[in-house]
């Protein structure tokens, strides 16, 4: 059986082994001669969900995701709200979300059925990955530090 | 010719550009069927250095520098301020010092020498590296922000 084309996403800022654990399950759905496209969350997208920008900025975040070893290619997410579009650039056989992306399978797949695009969606399970898994735990884990001692260590 | 053992070391606390080149232009030290082998400083290193902890633990820093396509492995620091013991174990041909990485390159050579150890002390360049290339930024950026907002982000 020849390899797939899984595409994944996020914002990947600060990488932790959340980041790692995701991506590497995704690449395993590709199999050998697959290849796992990752799609970086533009900063404008990430202000906009979360009324703040991102510490990286995007094409930083980019380099960092791709110098990955299960990582074959990112690239940087597109400047409309409508996913098809990327979708048809990149003609995943599987897109893979992550535990805890929120989306709606059902309605992405009727969207991507009436694009005429094939791809099945698939979410990943929550794998155990110990330590620091969040960039938000990160952050406060720098803002704590500094609090209590009036430095950025 | 056959490839070689490079030894590349550092703290690799919050990963960002400068680490991908630095490891980068360490590896192509080595060749084609050499290997990258990288020390990372241990918490207790990282604590005595700068009065304060890591922002990510060593294992957890261990696993996302291994994580990147050109490392071929990485592994802790040894508890011991003699540095040739963890040198003696690795027995790279060359250890790559980064631009920044303060280290007397006679001394060390010095004292190699006279346990025996050969190898050679190079100290890459600061090659260009756009973008958020130090820890110290990288946390004083999320400080700031902090500071700014009254939020983590």
Do not use: W
């Not at 979708?87 to 929120?102: M, T």
């Not at 992405?108 to 695009?117: A, H, I, P, S």
């Not at 698939?122 to 803002?143: F, H, M, P, Q, Y």
């Amino acid at each position: 059986m020849s390899g797939k084309t899984i595409l994944a996403a996020g914002k990947f800022d600060i990488l932790h082994l959340g980041h790692l654990a995701y991506l590497q399950q995704a690449r395993e759905l590709a199999g050998v001669d697959g290849k796992l496209v990752v799609v970086i969350a533009l900063d404008s997208t990430i202000h906009g969900e979360r009324g703040a920008p991102p510490v990286f900025p995007q094409e930083q975040r980019r380099r960092l995701v791709e110098a990955l070893e299960f990582v074959d290619e990112a690239v940087l997410g597109y400047e409309t709200r409508d996913q098809t579009s990327i979708v048809n650039d990149v003609k995943p056989d599987i897109i893979a979300l992550g535990y805890d992306q929120h989306a709606d399978i059902d309605e992405l797949e009727e969207m991507f059925v009436r694009e005429g695009l094939k791809c099945t969606i698939v979410r990943l399970e929550k794998r155990e990955a110990d330590g620091l898994c969040s960039s938000t735990l990160i952050r406060k884990r720098i803002i704590d530090y500094y609090r209590d001692n009036g430095t950025a260590r």
